[in-house]
């Protein structure tokens, strides 16, 4: 190696590299083209393998030249063939080759080769773009561009083993989004990749699935053709299953497994489908055994937190698969102890995966553990399993935290766990500090947690609201995002159900009257119904309700009497009903209605509701407004009489839901008194 | 295969049942090839003797109730299947359905050693384990469990696995594994299952029923597993010594069976030098030759010539020749007989081996290799369907051998011997066969040399194509056809071609007419007065090597079995008739051609064979030792 030698000889031998590479570039401007053939067949042996000298070729600007001599109609086919061969290697160079290769337009001299007859020079042209393609530098929306090129590509599908393998890879590569799907999927890519996963060539069978398992991601429309799609007769799903056979190769056990997992996401096939639970279940577990390479029981857990994610069977069988929570356990252990220094590579291997492993594992049991309260009771006896959420919520990695907090998420569905585990561990500290920073997917996640940490019966709720979570909830209310904004006034309704009054108060002054009816006409329709529920916690207990409708009444009936005149869902109408029943409970905040002949009209209106729902809360308002035992009882009584309201309960206590009859029948009793 | 089952032959005359036993031999047969039952039974029930008195067995022995008091841990009770698991399995699988859980569902299902105590559950003593339904936890030998997995009841299918190769055992249940449960199992175990309160009832699947859970995908990939560690077993430094070697062993295979050309091209596209004078190999193979053609008078008076002292060294062989020279008189193939016949004795002659026999690589006799003398049964050449054929074919056969120019009394022959096909179909031991099936091998890689590319012993194939004969018979796809022939002979491939019109003069005469009827020295009374005289002469030889030797049972045997063949009218088709079968031929031919070699210092056995037959031995002895990788590391695996 040149580093080992002195300054100066080293210099002498670098501008001696450079040297002989200048004499290979000055070749190709041979004016003999047998000359500059020849040129182009010693620079092709003089690169293969030597990154120096293929950096040194492009600084000394061979790529044009190779360009152009590639472009020429008067070159020969071999002399072409020759110099897309070069091409092709300078590109399996560094990513900064690829960089300069793309600049010097690589790309559309390469496509337009494709256009050539001759199979050789298509095949080099196609090695090369595929060198290319698959780099992490090239813009992928370079092979969209020129809306001919992908027809033209499966057209060159029929042409050669080489040419299957390359389109299929760099189709593998570069369709990232829905609508590079789409792309293919219109140009037939489906039809005529199927064939090829019964090639005789493994390369071609390989490119081909992973083309189908990036072609089926979270893609409805391609997932329903690819069920009825045969292969030699062979449904396609089948193809998958053959290919997910233990003796297969372990790529094409996983990447088949990625197909049927979003095939089976997308709808196409049925989760009980045996293709799913006895085949691409147990693959996608074995997967993550400790005998995978790291990068594979990434991905092996991954998947398989996607396959299981929406189905509480599935999880269940997941979930004492091999002892799956176990293995996932093992996750946790990188960079092992064994990895010293004494192991530089081994450390260096495991410290790169280390973070994708954790958050893998978070996201499998995430997962696992969304629906089955034995399978979170599982998890969180796995061992360290709580401290190893704590630890990830404040992890460097953002994908990790996002995912240990998606685990913590699943687990705080679980009353039990937030009973227990949950406080001994103190949880809610590292996710209040997660939710002071962070992006809007970690708090999105991080705040619903919080939500179930508010819940009345949990013990963290406390601790929680002394570390000034109210302020914090505020600001996310004022969230562009819906979700957060859901997810603020959904814990803060959480909070003030059956809260104190010092906390009401100090919600209500945090949120600010102005914001809160502002959410009231909030366009997400959740909101709205959480912060109504908000509404009705803080209005609760006569004391309560008293206070705030005297500090806030008359906004507060302006925005019931908005929502009862608005176009709302039932269930809208139904919680706003259930705020002036609970405003007709108040001593003071009974005049409120009283003295609003408008809103007295309505309830009427909702007593003869065609939805008893609706009836049912309009008469409970109206009991509480003419309940005996309390001051005025008797005006009230005889002020409704007057608008009719009798004659109603007299009809609503012959109604035939048994409820409605009931409370019909309680308020009659308040008259007769 | 031996039907083990006690219980089962009251049942014969069910069509159902036998079904089910047809089944159950079938998938044993598949799951476990490398077993030899005679050596180590499989279970295929439960065993109406190993099992503890509240044990009740019903449907064939595969179902199992309880029928004790069930109070307490006391009232346990387990039952052992028929034959402990053989080690050949490598990887062994049974499920038991839970027919019913009973009142308690206290069932154990797991293994358990010969002598564990049966008024237990399993998992609770020495080399007994379990995994039981109430709480889901495995036993290894203890009475307390360890958490394992799911509890099971009514309607679930349990699995239980044990894998020999790494001795541990993992459970399933509805299909889905549920991970290692034991390691370092001891070997010999039995699958057991045990039950503890009344109304328990489990059904067993020893393999009569396909399993719920994948087993076949299991097993492969630890098939996968065992040949890349073959493949990948490290010879380090030797890299290099390996490419001789091999070549060396298919150079002195084709030298051992006389595939002269073959050999001389191998030698020179290889680069390497053949031991033996090319004039010597041609020579055995001539010899070779009349003995499979039944030619025997003649094969022993050119043994003679070319090998004076061979088999005046060698009275024992001299005598084996002698006898065989006798049944092929009463064949009427025998030259000495053959010359007073009117007609040709074609139908003697179709004998549609090659030159020289090589072994058979079926798995139909795995014992094959393991000795040299009874080894090389398999005949390796192709007798051309017809005779229009034949002929033209006969120009460029002569360029083909055109360097073994022979004087024209001598015998010539093609060298076009090609594939040695492993896909042997068994021999069936069926009788009465009327038409004998030649297929004449599809030379799958007539331009590769598997084995001189390959680098090592894993991967050699015993294919030798004639890549460089030029014979147009190498484009002869599989056929198949019958010659009407030899009666009572089996089916089998051959490969490779055999000309034997050229030595034996064939006439027009059609192979039907020919074998239409047979007779004692082809019905000619002069031959068999000749025959009689012969048998004379081999009695005096006998006692003469009586009073030489002392006396030889063997030889005693061989004279009689000969002799015998003249008490039947029809000695094709008698007690001894087997006798006649040319193949019957290969054996002694082969005997004779190790003679010829031993005496010029060559090994008598051909060490690609040795090798062969060193490996199979070594895999047998591997399930014996309880090695249970022998189960994927089969030589069949590798004879492609």
Redesign the interface.
């Known amino acids: 190696m040149a580093c080992l030698l002195e300054g100066p000889l080293r210099i002498s031998v670098l501008s001696e590299v450079t040297a002989t590479s200048r004499h290979y570039v000055d070749r190709l401007f041979d004016p003999d083209p047998q000359k500059v053939l020849q040129g182009v067949i010693d620079m092709k042996n003089a690169v293969i393998g030597n990154n120096k000298q293929k950096a040194n070729l492009i600084v000394l600007g061979a790529v044009p030249r190779l360009l152009y001599l590639l472009q020429q109609s008067s070159s020969s086919d071999m002399l072409r063939t020759e110099c897309a061969v070069v091409l092709g290697s300078l590109a399996m160079g560094t990513e900064n080759n690829i960089k300069s290769l793309v600049d010097c337009h690589i790309i559309p001299a390469l496509l337009q080769g494709l256009l050539s007859p001759n199979v050789s020079f298509i095949e080099a042209c196609l090695r090369c773009l595929r060198t290319v393609f698959i780099s992490p530098v090239t813009p992928v929306q370079l092979l969209y561009s020129d809306l001919t090129v992908i027809p033209h590509f499966i057209c060159l599908l029929s042409q050669s083993l080489h040419t299957q393998e390359y389109i299929t890879q760099i189709f593998s590569h570069c369709c990232k989004t829905p609508d590079h799907q789409t792309v293919l999927f219109n140009h037939g890519a489906i039809q005529n990749i199927a064939p090829l996963l019964n090639s005789s060539s493994p390369k071609v069978r390989m490119q081909a699935l992973k083309c189908f398992s990036v072609l089926a991601y979270e893609n409805t429309q391609v997932s329903m053709t690819l069920v009825n799609v045969l292969v030699d007769g062979e449904p396609l799903t089948q193809v998958f299953v053959r290919m997910m ?3 297969k190769p372990i790529e094409m056990q996983l990447t088949a497994a990625k197909c049927l997992t979003y095939m089976c996401r997308a709808g196409a096939i049925r989760t009980d489908d045996s293709s799913i639970v ?1 085949k691409t279940l ?1 693959c996608l577990v074995r997967m993550c055994s400790k005998d995978r390479l790291l990068e594979e029981r990434v991905e092996g857990a991954e998947t398989l937190a996607f396959l299981v994610e929406p189905d509480v069977d599935l999880q269940r ?1 997941a979930s ?4 799956l929570l176990a293995m996932l356990a093992d996750y946790f252990k990188y960079p092992s102890s064994v990895s010293t220094i004494a192991d530089i590579k081994r450390l260096d291997h495991d410290l790169k995966h280390a973070h994708e492993l954790r958050q893998a594992a978070f996201r499998l049991y995430a997962s696992l553990g969304s629906n089955d309260e034995d399978i979170r009771k599982k998890i969180t006896e796995t061992e360290n399993m709580m401290d190893r959420i704590v630890s990830g919520l404040s992890e460097s990695s953002i994908k990790v935290r996002l995912a240990a907090v998606r685990c913590l998420h699943s687990l705080s569905r679980s009353v039990q766990q937030l009973r227990t585990s949950f406080h001994d561990h103190a949880v809610w500290k590292p996710l209040m500090k997660l939710l002071q920073n962070a992006p809007d997917e970690v708090l999105i996640m991080a705040s619903s947690t919080l939500c179930n940490l508010l819940l009345e019966f949990s013990p963290s709720k406390e601790p929680i609201l002394e570390s000034g979570v109210i302020e914090l909830l505020c600001s996310l209310t004022q969230s562009d995002s819906p979700a957060l904004r859901v997810n603020g006034i959904w814990a803060l309704m959480n909070m003030a159900f059956q809260a104190d009054q010092k906390v009401k108060m100090e919600i209500v002054r945090s949120l600010g009257t102005d914001h809160l009816f502002r959410l009231l006409s909030d366009p997400d329709p959740n909101v709205l119904m959480k912060t109504l529920g908000l509404l009705r916690n803080l209005l609760s207990t006569r004391p309560h309700i008293d206070q705030l409708m005297g500090s806030h009444g008359k906004q507060i009936m302006q925005a019931v009497t908005l929502i009862l005149e608005g176009e709302h869902s039932i269930e809208v109408k139904d919680q706003t009903l259930c705020i002036l029943a609970n405003i007709a409970d108040g001593n003071t905040a009974k005049e409120l209605i009283m003295t609003n002949d408008d809103m007295l009209q309505k309830i009427k209106y909702y007593m003869g509701h065609s939805h008893v729902k609706l009836q049912l809360a309009a008469t409970f308002c109206i009991s509480n407004l003419i309940w005996n035992e309390e001051d005025g009882s008797q005006e009230r009584q005889d002020k409704l009489r007057e608008m009719g309201f009798v004659d109603i309960l007299h009809k609503l206590s012959q109604a035939t839901d048994p409820n409605l009859c009931d409370r019909a029948k309680t308020a009659m009793q308040q008259y007769l008194a | 295969m031996a039907f083990a089952l006690g219980a089962g032959s009251p049942l014969l005359g069910d069509p159902a049942l036998n079904y089910q036993e047809h089944e159950l031999n079938e998938r044993l047969k598949r799951l476990y090839p490398a077993v030899n039952e005679e050596e180590t039974p499989l279970p295929r029930s439960w065993s109406p003797k190993d099992k503890y008195s509240y044990i009740g067995l019903s449907q064939n022995n595969l179902r199992v109730h309880y029928k004790g008091h069930g109070k307490n841990h006391k009232d346990a009770a387990s039952v052992r299947a028929t034959h402990p698991i053989p080690a050949a399995c490598g990887i062994y699988y049974f499920e038991v359905k839970i027919v019913s859980k009973g009142r308690d569902g206290y069932m154990g299902i797991g293994l358990s050693a010969q002598g564990v105590n049966m008024n237990r559950l399993p998992g609770w003593d020495k080399h007994s384990y379990g995994y039981h339904g109430d709480d889901g936890h495995s036993f290894c030998s203890s009475g307390t469990g360890q958490p394992y ?2 509890t099971f009841t009514t309607g679930d299918v349990i699995g239980c696995c044990v894998n020999l190769i790494n001795n541990t055992c ?1 459970y399933t ?1 509805n ?6 449960a034991f390691t370092d199992l001891p070997p010999n175990l039995y699958p057991t299952v045990g039950l503890q309160t009344p109304g328990e009832i489990v059904d067993a699947n020893f393999g009569q029923q396909p399993f719920v859970f ?1 087993i076949e ?2 097993m ?2 630890w ?2 597993k065992i040949h890349s560690m073959i493949a990948r077993f490290p010879i380090g430094e030797r890299l290099g010594e390996w490419q001789a070697v091999l070549q060396n062993m298919v150079s002195s295979y084709l030298v051992h069976h006389g595939y002269c050309a073959t050999a001389t091209a191998f030698a020179r596209a290889t680069e390497t030098i053949i031991q033996e004078d090319p004039n010597s190999i041609k020579n055995r193979q001539r010899i070779q030759k009349l003995v499979l053609a039944g030619r025997v008078g003649e094969a022993i008076d050119a043994t003679q010539q070319l090998y004076p002292g061979l088999l005046e060294h060698n009275p024992n062989l001299l005598f084996m020749l002698k006898c065989r020279q006798f049944v092929e008189m009463v064949n009427g193939t025998d030259s000495e007989v053959r010359c007073f016949s009117v007609r040709s004795p074609k139908s003697q002659d179709s004998y549609p081996g090659s030159p020289s026999p090589s072994p058979r690589h079926g798995a139909n006799n795995p014992h094959l290799h393991s000795t040299g003398a009874d080894s090389p049964t398999c005949s390796n050449g192709v007798t051309p369907p017809n005779k229009t054929k034949t002929h033209s074919k006969y120009p460029s056969i002569s360029s083909a051998s055109s360097s073994s120019s022979s004087s024209p009394s001598s015998v010539n022959y093609s060298e076009s011997n090609s594939t040695d096909s492993t896909k042997s179909q068994p021999h069936s031991g069926t009788s009465n066969q009327e038409t004998r099936c030649v297929t004449i091998c599809r030379l799958t890689r007539p331009s590769t040399w598997c084995v001189s590319t390959a680098c090592h012993f894993t991967t050699v194939k015993l294919s030798v194509p004639c890549v460089f004969c030029s014979d147009s018979e190498m484009e002869i796809e599989a056929e198949h056809y019958s010659n009407g022939v030899a009666e009572n002979s089996s089916s089998r491939i051959m490969n490779g071609t055999y000309k034997h019109q050229e030595i034996l003069q064939v006439d027009d005469n059609s192979l039907v007419e020919s074998c239409a009827s047979k007779q004692f020295c082809g019905g000619n009374q002069a031959a068999t007065e000749r025959m009689i005289q012969f048998g004379r002469e081999l009695q005096a030889l006998n006692e003469q090597l009586c009073r030489q030797y002392g006396k030889n049972t063997m030889h005693k045997k061989m004279l009689q079995d000969a002799f015998s063949l003249l008490a039947y009218s029809d000695p094709w088709d008698c007690p001894m008739g087997q006798q006649l079968d040319p193949m019957q031929r290969e054996s002694i031919c082969s005997a004779l051609n190790s003679a010829i070699l031993e005496s010029q210092n060559l090994p008598k056995q051909p060490p690609l064979m040795l090798a062969l037959g060193q490996a199979t031995e070594c895999v047998q002895l591997m399930a014996r030792v309880r090695s249970g990788s022998c189960s994927f590391a089969r030589v069949d695996n590798f004879l492609h």
């Open positions: 056979q233990r003796d006895l147990p069988i004492v698969t091999d002892h | 997995g799911p993992f249940k299909g889905h594994s549920l991970g290692v994948d995908d299991y492969s990939e098939r996968a």
